[in-house]
């Protein structure tokens, strides 16, 4: 039995701790399977609010706002790894507070965003007075609590929907997942990341009724939950092993050899003569290197150049007089400008040096390459941090052109959102190209970025090369199997061996269809009950 205090200590731990131990689950805690309960506890809180009358509407979002900082604030853990900021001249004390700020505005925006969920969940349970009071057995079948479990799971994938719209979009349920559960990942060809997450959802949430019903000694319905949870479990498993065991039946003349450069530059020294210098000779070997061992094409990270290369004399420019000598296509990762504005961009050269194509990054890092509500927070940052920060957006209907085919492409902070690539595919795009910088972050981090890609990849059923600055550049194939993978803060080369591909999976067809029916579904059976409750 669930105490009814609102202000409980062990209430509030409770919510704190489940959702704590849901930040667990991602990379590098990688305690997945902790994700199909840590839900369970905020369910029950929430539902018991639905069925307590006394509690006050306006006090509802306590409980999952605690949740949702211990979900967000344990999974971006890794963002305290931007101080030390000395190097760019911030003084200690505000490289500390320019560290907890940005946690901090992630981990609340976390937690405002499920507490959004509890409180329409709630708001949408008394509504259609979906639930019994404890103790009540006069109606013993499982109808009430399986509408509950559809309007949370429906509510859930609309906020983060929505919430993938926004620009501080990281931590999804999905991520959970990946890249262990490779079988549920698969959900994620039907109908992109929300399926995965509504997955998650749906069990916790036919967990928790089932002990709502044991608590009110309902037996045969905790029995009825118990037994529905576990075939819905088995049954997404099973559809998800269909998928993943699904032959990759690629042809011969498909294959292309990419050879990564993961150049290790720190970026305490990567805007200043000495990295520089570092750069153009650890891109231009390992480009030579890989030439050498006959790759068709070469990928470098995001910002490897850290300056606009594109403008410079390239006669006196030895990276460019190496292309010109070896003839292997190149994506350079390196600023561009639009319009008189800066932009991450990857650039697509020919063996001949011609400029093919260009991507500019969609998704800039808020607080790291630009400004939200900058009229408002540039007055805050300008009196901790001499930088400026001021690139721009690119546009979301980018097609990227090869000397083979069209890719799709990423750059860091874009590997986060499945519609960039959903979109590309849909546009031809035949394999995934990332390119990131991923320092001054750690490990954890690092993992994390790389369990996103994997989840790209199997949503678009391509192989993705992905090549990083620090770590952990890679190669991931359709079914999200992790071929190679480099080390930590390391220079390495790698050639990759990638097949072009056109298929098309649910999701690359339809997008996310799945939470637009759940809703649908969800609203007409709630209404229906409000109108039969009169």
């Known amino acids: 039995m669930i105490a009814k205090s609102l202000n409980s200590p062990t209430k509030l731990a409770i919510a704190f701790g489940s959702g704590a131990l849901m930040g667990l689950t991602v990379a590098p805690g990688n305690v997945w399977w902790l994700a199909w309960v840590a839900l369970v506890p905020l369910w029950v809180l929430i539902r018991t609010q639905a069925i307590d009358s006394s509690i006050k509407f306006k006090r509802v979002w306590l409980y999952p706002l605690l949740w949702g900082f211990g979900f967000h604030g344990v999974g971006i853990a890794w963002i305290r790894d931007l101080h030390p900021l000395t190097w760019m001249g911030v003084p200690w004390l505000a490289s500390v507070a320019i560290a907890l700020f940005a946690w901090g505005c992630i981990t609340l925006w976390g937690g405002a965003l499920v507490s959004f969920w509890g409180w329409s969940f709630r708001f949408c349970l008394r509504r259609g007075k979906v639930g019994l009071p404890y103790g009540d057995t006069s109606n013993l079948s499982v109808g009430l609590p399986l509408l509950s479990v559809l309007l949370g799971t429906a509510l859930w994938c609309l906020t983060e929907g929505l919430w993938s719209q926004s620009a501080l979009w990281w931590t999804s349920l999905s991520l959970t997942q990946s890249p262990h559960d490779l079988l549920i990942l698969h959900l994620g060809q039907v109908s992109g990341p929300n399926a995965v997450t509504g997955a998650i959802v749906a069990i916790n949430g036919l967990l928790a009724e089932a002990w709502l ?159 939200p509500f900058e009229p408002i927070l540039g007055r805050v940052i300008s009196r901790l941090s001499p930088v400026e920060l001021s690139m721009i957006p690119g546009s979301r209907n980018q097609h990227i052109d090869t000397p083979f085919g069209r890719a799709i492409a ?125």
């Open 213 to 371: 019903s044991y608590s009110s000694s309902s037996r045969s319905r905790t029995k009825g939950l118990l037994a529905i949870a576990l075939t819905l479990f088995l049954t997404l498993h099973g559809i998800g092993a269909w998928l993943y065991t699904r032959p990759l039946v690629e042809s011969p003349n498909s294959q292309l050899s990419i050879g990564i450069i993961q150049g290790n530059i720190p970026t305490r020294i990567k805007l200043f003569e000495e990295g520089i210098r570092r750069a153009v000779t650890a891109y231009t070997d390992g480009y030579r290197s890989l030439a050498a061992q006959g790759v068709d094409a070469v990928l470098m990270p995001e910002g490897a150049f850290p300056y606009f290369w594109m403008g410079m004399n390239r006669s006196r420019d030895p990276f460019y007089q190496t292309i010109l000598q070896e003839g292997v296509p190149v994506w350079i990762g390196t600023p561009g400008l639009e319009n008189g504005k800066v932009t991450q961009s990857l650039f697509t050269l020919s063996g001949t040096g011609e400029i093919i194509s260009r991507y500019d990054k969609i998704k800039p890092v808020p607080l790291g390459e630009y400004l």
């Open 410 to 534: 990423g750059i860091c902070f874009d590997s986060a959102f499945a519609y960039i690539f959903r979109d590309q595919a849909a546009a031809g795009g035949q394999f995934i190209l990332t390119a990131s910088n991923n320092d001054p972050y750690g490990a954890a981090m690092m993992a994390q970025h790389h369990a996103q890609d994997v989840m790209r990849a199997i949503e678009s059923d391509r192989w993705a090369v992905r090549a990083t600055n620090t770590g952990f550049s890679g190669l991931v194939d359709p079914h999200g199997r992790t071929i190679w993978i480099s080390g930590f803060r390391t220079y390495e080369t790698y050639v990759a061996t990638i097949y072009r591909r056109q298929t098309q999976t649910l999701f690359v067809r339809w997008g996310d269809w799945l939470t637009p029916m759940l809703l649908a579904i969800a609203g007409g059976v709630l209404i229906k009950r409000m109108k039969d409750e009169g």
